[in-house]
């Protein structure tokens, strides 16, 4: 479905006022500094390091964009600007702003990319730079917590005993897949500079003696198995059409006959005229990584099929497929 239009939104979308606003405030922790009450700008500024009259500006600002209330001179969070902007907060998601604003200059060169067809930057965000992929891993950490309880109740895994975990990240899909399922092992397959981070998760969670970490690039190490379930995670969209056909490819040997793959992503409704919000997050890939894009529900389909995949199912729609391989 496409955003309704009017001629005040056709205007605002030429500005980029709104998007600069929100990501300065959060660079400057205003949300952090209202989490325990109302403040006023004179109160804020000395906490945060700003010019009070300024500041009241920019406070006005948020407050009109609904990010803030007022009340007489002073200003407070609304609810969920609290339980994601405020750093005390379990869901905080400030890291994942400070990202966009990186990468406020790449999107600066976004006509440049369209005419030459060439991203402004080489390689990807994990590769190029660990620190910042280091904060990134942790804000998507939290927001898978948010979606993991929910996909392990929707993926039955409760005759499985074994799984794979390609690219798994901080582990949080692993650490859900064994708290709802007691019996289960996982092999926890990834980079070694990421698993640096995934191991500290783990045993966070007292699951060392269940979720064992491999590390590899997927694409060019031999993968272990056979398991009863091969589970994949959002690093589709990083990767080339064919780099995306020859690892499912090479998953198939992961799983045991009988056993299932469990395949999540990002992808663009098959409905041509109606792609979905997903293909404007498309347009964001070049700002980040080299190559990749987000892929059709059934580009994924057809990468299950020619590796031998069969009984498909869309669990969530745009974003989760399951499919078995077959027994003999």
């Not at 959060?26 to 952090?32: F, G, K, N, T």
């Not at 890291?95 to 930057?121: C, F, I, Y």
């Not at 981070?197 to 993968?223: Q, V």
């Not at 006959?257 to 997903?278: L, R, T």
Request: hydrophobic share 40%; aromatic share 10%.
């Amino acid at each position: 479905m496409s955003i309704p239009l009017s001629v005040p939104s056709l205007f605002q979308m030429g500005y980029y006022w709104e998007a600069k606003i929100f990501l300065v405030s959060v660079r400057l922790d205003i949300y952090s500094a209202l989490a325990h009450g109302p403040q006023t700008p004179s109160q804020i500024s000395r906490r945060i390091g700003a010019d009070p009259a300024m500041l009241a500006r920019l406070l006005d600002a948020l407050v009109t964009l609904g990010l803030l209330t007022k009340s007489g001179v002073e200003y407070a969070n609304t609810p969920i600007v609290s339980e994601f902007l405020v750093k005390e907060s379990p869901f905080y998601m400030g890291e994942l702003m400070w990202l966009q604003d990186e990468e406020w200059a790449h999107w600066g060169k976004l006509e440049e990319t369209l005419r030459s067809g060439r991203p402004p930057v080489s390689g990807h965000l994990f590769a190029n730079r660990p620190e910042v992929a280091e904060k990134t891993l942790k804000v998507l950490h939290r927001m898978a917590q948010r979606t993991a309880p929910d996909l392990a109740r929707k993926v039955d895994l409760s005759a499985c005993r074994t799984l794979l975990d390609v690219g798994g990240g901080s582990g949080v899909f692993s650490l859900e897949f064994c708290g709802q399922n007691p019996a289960l092992q996982v092999t926890l397959f990834d980079l070694p500079q990421t698993l640096q981070i995934t191991r500290r998760n783990i045993e966070a969670a007292g699951m060392s003696d269940r979720i064992h970490l491999m590390p590899g690039d997927f694409n060019r190490d031999t993968l272990p198995g056979p398991f009863d379930v091969v589970f994949l995670s959002d690093i589709l969209h990083y990767q080339t059409f064919d780099e995306n056909a020859a690892l499912v490819r090479k998953l198939f040997q992961s799983v045991r006959p009988g056993g299932k793959i469990v395949m999540k992503d990002m992808f663009i409704d098959d409905d041509p005229e109606h792609p979905g919000w997903n293909a404007i997050f498309l347009i964001n890939h070049p700002t980040y990584t080299e190559k990749g894009r987000c892929f059709r529900t059934s580009e994924a389909r057809s990468w299950l099929k020619e590796a031998g995949f069969d009984s498909i199912v869309e669990v969530e729609r745009h974003a989760v497929l399951t499919a078995v391989r077959p027994d003999g």
